[in-house]
T-cell receptor, first 112, second 116 residues
Framework: KQEVTQIPAALSVPEGENLVLNCSFTDSAIYNLQWFRQDPGKGLTSLLLIQSSQREQTSGRLNASLDKSSGRSTLYIAASQPGDSATYLCAVSSYNTDKLIFGTGTRLQVFP | EAGVAQSPRYKIIEKRQSVAFWCNPISGHATLYWYQQILGQGPKLLIQFQNNGVVDDSQLPKDRFSAERLKGVDSTLKIQPAKLEDSAVYLC??????????????FGNGTRLTVT
């Protein structure tokens, strides 16, 4: 059974810092891994999708890496801004279940 | 492009009452999903449609939950009767690809349900 864990559960940093959010999964037989952002009272916004054959994806100040063999992904946020404050969730789709399994998220607060 | 539309945004009901949620996916998106997100947890898939057929409803509590997708477009999710543990945000999502998860999911803003 695929399980997805995100560490830390919460993070509070000053503006300008570079951040790393971690995601680990137990079953390496995956189609892809996605990172989402969720603002309070809102739905999820897809940030990056990494196919299982890829090592990383970049979008602006965001960079996501995937190490399938070790069951890990990291989301790197460069030069954090208060507008980055949100909950970040990772999700994997597995060969076995063909479902998108979400982690519980990292709640990020960037203060000025 | 217009996003995924959901209504209502909020709903408060008493236990044992019934409730229905509505979702209009992005135009042309073949796959539609309903997720349940309990406070402090990640979303959990309840049901997945491809066009108007059910692909996966293994985690849908079928004794009280039902869902349909009319003509492969709009969808409704119903709970009858509601229990306290059904309090959650119900998220609808859609994706373009007919093959699961080959394309990013687009989520609506969700319906926050409180059962008292």
């Amino acid at each position: 059974k695929q399980e997805v864990t995100q560490i830390p559960a919460a993070l509070s940093v000053p503006e300008g810092e570079n951040l790393v959010l971690n995601c680990s999964f137990t079953d390496s037989a995956i189609y892809n891994l996605q990172w989402f952002r969720q603002d309070p009272g809102k739905g999820l916004t897809s940030l990056l999708l990494i196919q299982s054959s890829q090592r990383e994806q970049t979008s602006g100040r965001l960079n996501a890496s995937l190490d399938k063999s070790s069951g890990r992904s990291t989301l790197y946020i460069a030069a954090s801004q208060p507008g980055d404050s949100a909950t970040y969730l990772c999700a994997v789709s597995s060969y076995n279940t063909d479902k998108l399994i979400f982690g519980t998220g990292t709640r990020l607060q960037v203060f000025p | 492009e217009a996003g995924v539309a959901q209504s209502p945004r909020y709903k408060i009901i008493e236990k044992r009452q019934s409730v229905a949620f509505w979702c209009n996916p992005i135009s042309g998106h073949a796959t539609l999903y309903w997720y349940q997100q309990i406070l402090g947890q990640g979303p959990k898939l309840l049901i997945q449609f491809q066009n108007n057929g059910v692909v996966d409803d293994s985690q849908l509590p079928k004794d009280r939950f039902s869902a349909e997708r009319l003509k492969g477009v709009d969808s409704t999710l119903k709970i009858q009767p509601a229990k306290l543990e059904d309090s959650a945000v119900y998220l609808c999502a859609s994706s373009l690809d007919v093959f699961s998860y080959n394309s990013p999911l687009h989520f609506g803003n969700g319906t926050r349900l409180t059962v008292t």
